[in-house]
């Protein structure tokens, strides 16, 4: 057997113990991905004290980009939340429009307040304001539900600051900004398709409609009326947007500017992720808190209450790098570049279908992107044309594919809206899978024009 054939085959069981490890042994992906990478490192003869060195090496570098833009991310987020500006966007949007109106509304709306925050917890939190609406309008709450759900998981799929995204911006040395500007072209009309249009043909399978009355209502953290003020709802608006807003000015303000004036050196720095939302969590300080009468001590409960979920969310990252790291330290990324030429796939479809069979297997749309970007990123080199910023968002949203009982969402979309087991496969499964395809249609498109 070749060397070649044997690191390909090796990695192969590291990937296989890696799905093994979570769905059968039930370890958290954090551990797993520790385990499979210096396993990996160790069957390849690289000596136990040299795997975990790479394992080391792999986890630093991934984090030393993802962790502090979620960080920000989520900092912002909470800030967002807390102070009323997230609420204040979504009763904006719903108002008293007609019945027929709202889940667009919505799922603009929800598509804006998830730009800066988990999914999980954006989720949570505008969960009574779905109860309050179907109440209000006397519709079915999947009417409003679903929607809701369409818009925040298209900012979560595609869009940086979130996890997937933005693991492999680090992982393929891609560009923030582009990745932001390409995922939005593709965000806004997915969001219109998998929000308001499916619900509408979705509507007849809705089954039996939960009990409005039962309703949970969960803790978002500082109340908006503890507020000395209303918080603007135009503040809240440019809080959303002004990291995207600065990322994208600096992205073609660098294209337009020649290197080493004072100009494209502003420029730069604003298309730094770092940069950006550091800006916007400073603005939403004193625009959302200070301005609308918050404590300090109420601004620091803000901030911290949305870092809670990110810590498991920053070792799954750290990990994956790692088991990326050691791919390439066992020649894994070398036989895959030397054959990747070879191969009939187009590198986007190759990506989107590893990433999708990751997160059928693994459950979650975090953990498949870090273990995809691992078997994918040599494609980057492999071929010199290939845009790293698509290839970002063809691993993104390829795990977001077919999520079913192994993803905590599912569960989450479940318990919260009342439903069946069935139900859930037919909307929210039927949601996700949709947004997944079209995106990879949307990709695959934009391939054509961008180089």
Same mark, same amino acid.
């Given at each position: 057997m070749s060397a070649d054939v044997q690191h390909l085959l090796l990695a192969a069981a590291a990937i296989v113990v890696l799905v093994l490890l979570i769905t059968k042994a039930k370890l958290h992906p954090f551990?797993?991905?520790t385990v499979s990478a210096l396993a990996l490192g160790v069957a390849n003869g690289i000596s136990p004290a040299k795997a975990v060195e790479h394992y080391e090496s792999g986890f630093g570098d991934a984090l030393s980009g993802t962790g502090p833009v979620i960080g920000l991310g989520t900092l912002l987020g909470g800030i967002l939340l807390g102070s009323g500006g997230a609420d204040r966007i979504a009763t904006a949007f719903i108002g008293s429009r007609p019945l027929q109106w709202v889940p667009a509304a919505i799922t603009g709306a929800a598509?804006?307040?998830g730009m800066p925050h988990l999914f999980d917890v954006s989720f949570v939190m505008l969960v009574p304001l779905v109860y309050a609406v179907a109440q209000r309008t006397g519709s079915h709450l999947l009417f409003v539900g679903l929607p809701m759900a369409a818009g925040l998981y298209v900012s979560h799929g595609l869009l940086p600051p979130h996890p997937s995204p933005t693991v492999a911006v680090q992982a393929y040395d891609?560009?923030?900004?582009l990745t932001l500007l390409y995922g939005l072209i593709i965000a806004i009309p997915l969001a219109i398709v998998s929000g308001p249009l499916l619900t509408k043909v979705a509507a007849r399978w809705f089954g039996p409609a939960p009990d409005l009355t039962k309703g949970p209502v969960p803790d978002t953290g500082p109340a908006p009326q503890e507020a000395k003020r209303p918080v603007s709802l135009v503040l809240s608006l440019v809080t959303v947007l002004l990291p995207a807003a600065l990322m994208l000015t600096g992205t073609l303000g660098t294209a337009v500017t020649d290197?080493?004036?004072w100009a494209h050196t502003l420029f730069e720095t604003c298309d730094t992720p770092v940069v950006s939302l550091i800006a916007a969590v400073v603005f939403a300080f004193f625009a959302l808190g200070v301005r609308s009468g918050f404590g300090l001590g109420q601004l620091q409960k803000m901030a911290a209450k949305g870092l809670g979920p990110v810590g498991a969310i920053v070792l799954i990252l750290g990990a994956g790098g790692a088991l990326k790291e050691m791919l390439s330290a066992t020649g894994v990324d070398d036989v895959i570049?030397?054959? =990747?030429?070879?191969?009939?796939?187009?590198?986007?479809?190759?990506?989107?279908? $590893? =990433?999708?069979?990751?997160r059928v297997c693994l459950g979650s749309a975090t953990?498949? $992107?870090a273990a995809a970007t691992g078997i994918v990123a040599p494609l980057v080199g492999a071929y010199p044309g290939l845009s790293p910023e698509l290839l970002v968002l063809a691993t993104a949203s390829g795990a977001v594919m077919l999520s079913h009982v192994n993803d905590s969402g599912f569960w989450l979309f479940k318990e919260y809206f009342q439903l069946s087991v069935a139900q859930t496969f037919r909307t929210w499964t039927l949601m996700l899978s949709l947004q997944s395809l079209l995106s990879l249609g949307g990709i695959l498109l934009l391939s054509t024009v961008i180089g």
């Open positions: 551990l797993a991905l598509l804006l307040i891609a560009s923030t900004g290197k080493g004036a570049s030397h054959y =990747a030429v070879d191969w009939s796939i187009p590198p986007l479809l190759l990506a989107w279908g $590893t =990433a999708a069979l990751l953990v498949a $992107t």
